[in-house]
């Protein structure tokens, strides 16, 4: 296509390293950068180098890379009100739920997180990194902002965007990372594009979906309000 040729290679290179990095579960060497990405290992190198030259990425004292400082920076212009919005909500969520809580958007066929919070008790906890980012037609979250967009999305999956509809959210395993559920509900604002709420926990933990998704649904229904944009609890939950 006309388009892909006028990208940048360099950029949608280290575009793709920040991706590996804030999905990635550990710091990752150069190593596994350039194996994760198949690139030459030179190559992963000097992207690695420059993007810590701009702060985007940290190199802890292994050599090891993660995520940088910076990027909270340009993180701050991102939907500012509803990142801001939704924080604290979240932080209700993790707390009365004991799971790692978060928000999402949709930009264009993506799933994007937002924001996203830990719970305090202790305990193992999943983390989900803000700039993650999946494909819609892949897990909870992503079903959740299909069934928030007219009813003609869905592609593939529509029969089961409907079925979110009908019931107000979504449930997945082992759709985007194996061994874990997630579950979502779709915040009832009118937005520019869709945004979503949901929680992520090991596969195995015995917990209630009806009632995670319960608790979700009022909380999209306090963001909303938050937002002031009205509405309440979606779907069959409300």
């Known amino acids: 296509m006309a388009v892909e040729g006028a990208l940048s290679q ?9 991706e590996l990095l804030a999905g990635a579960e550990r710091p990752l060497s150069v190593d596994d950068v350039a194996a994760g990405l198949g690139l030459h290992r030179s190559i992963a190198y000097r ?14 004292p292994a050599g090891r890379y993660r995520p940088g400082v910076g990027l909270a920076v340009l993180a701050r212009s991102v939907l500012p009100d509803l990142r801001t919005a939704a924080e604290p909500v979240l932080e209700a969520v993790a707390a009365d739920l004991g799971v790692t809580a978060f928000a999402v958007v949709a930009r264009g066929e993506d799933c994007v997180t937002l924001a996203s919070v830990e719970p305090r008790r202790p305990g193992a906890s ?3 990194r803000p700039g993650t980012v999946h494909p819609l037609q892949r897990g ?8 928030a967009r007219p ?7 529509a029969a089961e965007v409907a079925a979110v509809r009908r019931r107000g959210w979504a449930t997945s395993h082992d759709e985007v990372i194996p061994g874990l559920r997630a579950v979502a509900v779709p915040v009832p ?7 979503a709420l949901a929680v992520v926990y ?9 009632h995670l998704a319960a608790r979700l649904a009022a909380a999209a229904g306090e963001l909303s309000a938050a ?12």
């Open 227 to 238: 937002l002031g944009r009205g509405g309440g609890a979606t779907g069959a939950l409300g």
């Open 10 to 18: 360099t950029l949608s290179r280290g575009l793709r390293v920040l």
């Open 140 to 147: 909870a979250p992503g079903l959740a902002l299909l069934a």
């Open 47 to 60: 992207l690695l180098r420059t993007l810590e030259a701009h702060r985007l990425v940290d190199r802890d």
């Open 126 to 128: 999943l983390a989900q």
């Open 189 to 195: 604002a009118h937005l520019e594009e869709p945004c």
């Open 151 to 157: 009813a003609a999305a869905g592609g593939s999956r």
């Open 202 to 210: 090991i596969d195995g933990t015995v917990l209630d979906e009806a």
